[in-house]
């Protein structure tokens, strides 16, 4: 067992990690504009280098976490540090876009080897059980906020240095928190008996990959269809092939049997609710700012910057009062002030002051903190020690999904509403690109005479503003369901 002060020094390690995995998703939404321009990317090459990262650590976090629990989670993590750090310094100095969609590939498989081991590291060195609720809010507080904090900490390192410092950061982070992490991390051996299943391995991870790629195609705004409907039978085959093999399994990858566990699959369908709410409310909001308001990409950010800080407050305080609360109480805390949060801000997100906004995104950043914690404790505690890793890679798996679920149905309701709302004279000959979405027609309008563009910008941003409150409704209704079902899922169940 190791000494108190020595366990909080090991969450701060396996926590930094965690803080550049998640980082890496999010940090080039503010450097992609300049790495385009100096790569000379084309459009298919734009979005390779975004998803090649996050759709690629979500196909290999199931084998990971298989590898995890066999081998040790020290040892899992420790390899993966090194080849985080390499492939960083590739994307860094990557000379032409096609390098850097490869040395995306290539840090996916750093991440995806670290990241279900930090979990199952921060359970294995906490055993305390209020402490262990506590740790697991810190993990949770860092994993939320990371994501959140990627396009601020992207256009502030952009004031200064080029596009590939986002990448180099994580170079000496890496460097200080390998060497302690092979002294401090207790080593623990794994369950050797755990045989590796390759044909599940690459079933998963096709099967992952083109549900998730199907996904986001199906939320852009021109969808090919063709291409779409492909990759998702592709998914579908893949999935359920692999769902059948792991039920003939000794040892699974995913042993489905614990979605029995309702406190485990209630975990799980938390963290994405979680996820669909928060890309509702953040990126929508972002563009906003941005589009409506005026505002910079960093200072956009900035006035988001609550939520992920509310969440990084709530998320140990969470984990505090977990073991004295429950779980019950605690969702209905976490969904009640995300909800709160999220009518306050239909009432006020109209208004020009930043300031106005700042107390409803902190109550759903809160919210969601509780929220966080809540899902990551309820599912690391709904298993047995020899599959934290197979938890903690499911868990993974659920917030990705749940981003990429967000993004696709909240930004077809978005254009949908946008595209139903925007009216214009039948008189006026414009390009119907406008009719896609406010980016286009403000692009469209560069090109009108003064007095149409005004109207133009006018009914586009009228449409937005009705498109953007239909979004935000929708994002309360799926919260106050939440808020509704999951407690009632719960009510006669008690942890064992």
């Not at 939320?219 to 093999?245: D, S």
């Not at 029995?260 to 972002?286: D, Q, T």
Request: glycine share 6%; with cysteine; proline share 4%.
């Amino acid at each position: 067992m190791l000494k108190d002060y020595k366990r909080w020094i090991v969450l701060l390690l396996v926590s930094s990690m965690l803080f550049l995995i998640v980082v890496d998703v999010t940090v080039l939404y503010t450097a992609l504009p300049r790495l385009t321009y100096d790569l000379n990317a084309s459009a298919s090459e734009k979005l390779w280098i975004m998803n090649a990262y996050p759709l690629i650590v979500a196909g290999l976090l199931p084998a990971a976490g298989m590898l995890t629990d066999r081998i040790g989670h020290k040892t899992l993590f420790i390899c993966g540090l090194p080849l985080f750090a390499i492939a960083s310094l590739c994307a860094a100095f990557s000379p032409t876009a096609t390098t850097l969609i490869a040395s995306r590939g290539f840090l996916a498989v750093g991440a995806a080897m670290s990241m279900p081991a930090t979990l199952s590291i921060v359970r294995q060195v906490f055993s305390d059980p209020q402490e262990r609720a506590i740790a697991i809010g810190i993990w949770s507080a860092v994993a939320s906020g990371g994501a959140a904090l990627g396009p601020l900490i992207g256009g502030m390192l952009l004031e200064h240095f080029w596009w590939g410092s986002v990448f180099l950061i994580n170079v000496p982070i890496v460097l200080i928190v390998l060497p302690f992490s092979m002294w401090l991390i207790p080593k623990f051996s794994g369950y050797g008996d755990h045989k590796i299943d390759y044909l599940s391995s690459v079933l998963i991870l096709v099967g992952l990959i083109s549900a998730i790629y199907a996904l986001k195609e199906i939320g852009k705004p021109y969808t090919q269809w063709n291409e779409a409907t492909i990759v998702a039978i592709i998914a579908v085959v893949f999935l359920t092939l692999f769902t059948l093999r792991q039920r003939k399994q000794i040892h699974p990858m995913i042993d489905f049997r614990l979605f029995k566990n309702r406190f485990f699959s209630i975990g799980i369908l938390m963290a994405v609710l979680s996820m669909v709410i928060i890309v509702g409310i953040e990126l929508l909001l972002s563009q906003r700012l941005q589009l409506v308001a005026g505002f910079t990409p960093l200072n956009a950010a900035l006035v988001i910057l609550p939520i992920p800080i509310g969440s990084v407050l709530a998320s140990p305080l969470a984990g505090y009062f977990l073991v004295r609360l429950g779980e019950v109480r605690l969702i209905i805390a976490g969904f009640m002030l995300t909800l709160v949060g999220n009518l306050w801000l239909i009432a006020v997100y109209q208004t020009t002051s930043p300031m106005v906004l700042i107390g409803s995104l902190f109550l759903i950043g809160f919210g969601l903190g509780i929220i966080f914690t809540t899902a990551s404790t309820s599912i690391m505690l709904s298993v047995a020690d020899r599959q934290a890793g197979m938890a903690a890679s499911i868990e993974d798996v659920a917030y990705e999904l749940g981003s990429v679920i967000g993004v696709t149905f909240m930004g077809s309701l978005m254009s949908t509403v946008y595209t139903l709302k925007l009216i214009l004279p039948d008189s006026l000959t414009i390009d119907n690109a406008v009719y896609d979405s406010l980016d286009e027609a403000l692009i469209v309008a560069e090109k009108l005479p003064n007095d149409m563009a005004s109207l133009v910008i006018s009914q586009a941003n009228t449409a937005f503003e009705n498109a953007f409150f239909v979004v935000l409704t929708a994002t309360a209704i799926i919260t106050a369901l939440s808020l509704v079902v999951l407690p009632y899922c719960l009510r006669n169940e008690v942890r064992k």
